[in-house]
Nanobody, 123 residues
Framework: VQLQASGGGLVQTGDSLKLSCVAS????????MGWFRQAPGKEREFVAR????????AYADTVKGRFTISRNNTGNTGYLQMNNLKSEDTAVYYC?????????????????WGQGTQVTVSS
């Protein structure tokens, strides 16, 4: 499966953004979808994950209550709604996919990656 992330941009503290991840190739509905982010000088970190049917959601503690992951399997698209953005959310955001690992949260557990989209939150 090939992934294409989009929707990043420059926003201010407290603003919202919605990232999209369009999948092509093998049926997207077969895959667990995840979002990760990487800030300059830091390792790539887990943000959120949901299973093929949109359930089994998991979030990093730093985004819980502010970010929501969702997916539309008919449209082969996944989303990350980000509300109340903070400066520490500034990073390149990546969508990722894996099969057979409904509880995945490590980058090494995801086999397929999009190219990343930059999110910059100014205070």
């Amino acid at each position: 499966v090939q992934l294409q992330a989009s929707g990043g941009g420059l926003v201010q503290t407290g603003d919202s953004l919605k990232l999209s991840c369009v999948a092509s190739g093998e049926a997207f509905r077969l895959y667990v979808m995840g979002w990760f982010r990487q800030a300059p000088g830091k390792e790539r970190e887990f943000v959120a994950r949901c299973s093929w049917n949109g359930y089994n959601e998991a979030y990093a503690d730093t985004v819980k209550g502010r970010f929501t992951i969702s997916r539309n399997n008919t449209g082969n698209t996944g989303y990350l709604q980000m509300n109340n953005l903070k400066s520490e959310d500034t990073a390149v955001y990546y969508c990722a996919a894996t099969r057979f690992q409904n509880s995945a949260f490590l980058p090494s557990q995801f086999s397929y990656w999009g190219q990343g989209t930059q999110v910059t939150v100014s205070s």
